[in-house]
């Protein structure tokens, strides 16, 4: 278990460092990152003093060496658009992307689970097919889209829901289905394969050949097992809401992550575009190590490292 | 002696995409308190599904049990049982064994788990009530370190140890009758040998019938007391081993047995085979299932289905040719 968790730790570590990398020269690679990063009007003396106060003319390795100790404890330098601290700003936003990611998978989660299990365990019914046409309407409509007949309807139209900012609770209701919706569908979709290949298992048959009932076999063997690529289906889409989630906050001026990477790519504010590639970058790789612990927490063959 | 288990002509059915699989076709036969007996035929001869038939352990629908009764105890008939009285007979008076030891254990739970599930339901134990007796159940299907074992995961146990537990939980209940269907096919040779014999062990300690599933003749001889051969979901002959391998009255067993590879032979030659390939058993049956692959079929054969009759004491044989006599059989 220890091991597991260690090399899990060790690959995010080096993943992080794959990303910092990356993240460092996609300014560069280009060239001269001042030119980027300051506007077209801009004179040569201004480009130059520009130049020298982003330290651009040291050598590449003196600049990477000195992106790394900054990056280390989280300093990106000043956003150059509000000329403050750079990963301040992204934290200050981290609230509004969380509370919006987490809305959007209780949602999914709360939604889809239900309608997964009980539509694979009864294919064909009823409810099956409710669920597996919801599940292909959330993973086929696009959610701009989507999100802009809803603020025409429900916020326009009907004056329920609010149509922009993070007011009050109900201004979270209209993002959180637009960017859940997709995620639902997964999930529901997921969920019933799961459930009609485990009940298909010859260990499901040994079970009812031991004459239990239909609710143990259910629950102690068939959701157990169906947990596991549903941790990692649910894993792997929370990191993506958190960090994908920039339309959606652009659409509804949902004041987190997503809202401020659109604005400052739109600035050249590279700082805070870097502080914030890496944030993200660090958020997803956190909950994949989670994902991981709660495999190895349900699957005893992960825990014993066969 | 009393009987643990009559079946009369039993008939199943599975309604598929492709058309109906007449996979069951009548069969009958009984098995005696203590007895051992082995169901022979190859790959889709309907040996499995006869014994999952009767149980409720195929998959229903596309199956359908559309005949027959199996009384069980000389009292009840399970096909006429209700799901939750089959329940209490599964696994609490019948014990299953099944082919393949990797895939019939659930990976994420403990054996220990696996094993004493059976007593909680059927014994009305707590699990640490339980927990005592899978240590001897442990001990009693050869596991060393048995209170260890019980914490540990399927995957931490080799194929035949595996089977062990299988085994373990098939006893759990000390059931009337075992249904072991193909036990020893996907195990290694050797380990082979220490199942049956661990099997015919217990089933002496414990006096419990044994229907034992098997395409494997060589097996049947060490185990078995009688042996019901079928082919095409029919049953082609009974008897007792002794009369089956001496004198076999079918020509489907006859060829069985001749292709039987033998050890004790000197010059090499090519294995033998039966010709031809089993029925489809998607046409429904109109005659003799084998009358395609036989060598002795006349025009009787193509014509009926040979009903089962019996030709010795408790042998009974399904085929219009009499092999002794070397011409079609009277009546």
Known sequence: MQRYFLSKLGQSILLLFGVLLLVFAMVRVTGDPATLMMSRQASPEDMEEFRERMGFNDPLLVQFGRFMSGAIVGDFGNSLHFKTPAMPMVLDRLPATLQLAFTALVFAVVIGVPLGLIGGFNPGSYIDNIARGLALLGQSVPNFWLALIMILYFAVELRWFPSFGRDEWKSVVMPAFVLGLPVMGQIVRMARSSVLEIRGEDYIRTARSKGLERRTIYTKHVFRNVAIPLVSVIGVQFGYMLGG??????????????????????????????????????????????????YAFIDPRIRYGK | MSKVLEVNDLVTKFYTLDGVVNAVNGVSFDVEDGETLAIVGESGSGKSV??????????????????????????????????????????????????DPISTLNPILTIGEQISETLVKHKGMSKNEARDRVIELLTQVGIPDPDLRYKAYPFQFSGGMRQRVVIAIAIACTPKLIIADEPTTALDVTVQAQIVDLFKRLRDALGVAVIWITHDLGVVAGIAERVLVMYGGRPAEIASVKDLYESPKHPYTVGLLG???RLDSRESKRLVSIKGAPPDLLIPLAHCPFAWRCDYAFDRCWEEIPPLIEVGVGHHVACFYDMEKGGPRNG
């Open chain 2, 259 to 261: 292709a039987l590879p």
């Open chain 1, 245 to 294: 989630s920039i339309y959606i906050e652009a659409i509804f001026a949902w004041p987190g992550m997503g809202q401020l990477l659109e604005q400052s790519i739109g600035w050249r504010d590279f700082p805070l575009v870097q502080a914030l590639a890496v944030f993200t970058a660090v958020v997803v790789l956190a909950l994949n190590l989670l994902t991981d612990m709660t």
């Open chain 2, 50 to 99: 006869t014994m999952m038939s009767l149980l409720g352990l195929i998959p229903m629908p596309p199956g359908k049990v559309e005949n027959g009764e199996a009384i069980f105890m000389e009292r009840q008939d399970l096909l006429q049982m209700t799901p939750a009285e089959l329940r209490d007979v599964r696994g609490g008076q019948i014990g299953f064994v099944f082919q």
